[in-house]
C-alpha cells in the first residue's frame, strides 16, 4: 500500500497535513487507498471468474474432439502433448 513516510499535500495545510484541516485529507486519502483496493480485489475476482470459463471451454472442446460424436472417447496422452506442445510455440 502507501509507504508510511507519504504525507498527503493538504491545499489548507499547504506542505502536508499538519491538521489544521481537521483530518480531512488523510480521511480523503484513506477513503481512496480504501476504494483502490476494493477495486484490485473485484477486477481480480472477474479475471478468474472469466478465466474459469475460458478453461471450462476448453475442456469441453477437447472432450467434443476425442469423443467425435461417441457417448465415450478413448483418451490418449497424445492430443494433450500436441496441444502443450503448440501453445508453448
Known amino acids: 500500500m502507501l509507504e508510511s513516510s507519504f504525507v498527503p499535500h493538504c491545499m489548507q495545510c499547504k506542505d502536508g497535513c499538519q491538521g489544521s484541516c481537521g483530518g480531512s485529507c488523510s480521511a480523503l486519502l484513506s477513503g ?13 475476482r472477474s479475471v478468474n471468474a472469466v478465466m474459469t470459463v475460458a478453461y471450462w471451454e ?30 508453448a510455440a
Open 58 to 87: 476448453i475442456g469441453r472442446r477437447i472432450v467434443e474432439h476425442e469423443q467425435r460424436g461417441k457417448a465415450r472417447a478413448a483418451y490418449g496422452e497424445a492430443l494433450i502433448d500436441t496441444l502443450a506442445r503448440d501453445l
Open 32 to 44: 481512496v487507498a480504501q476504494l483502490l483496493v476494493q477495486a484490485k480485489r473485484a477486477s481480480a
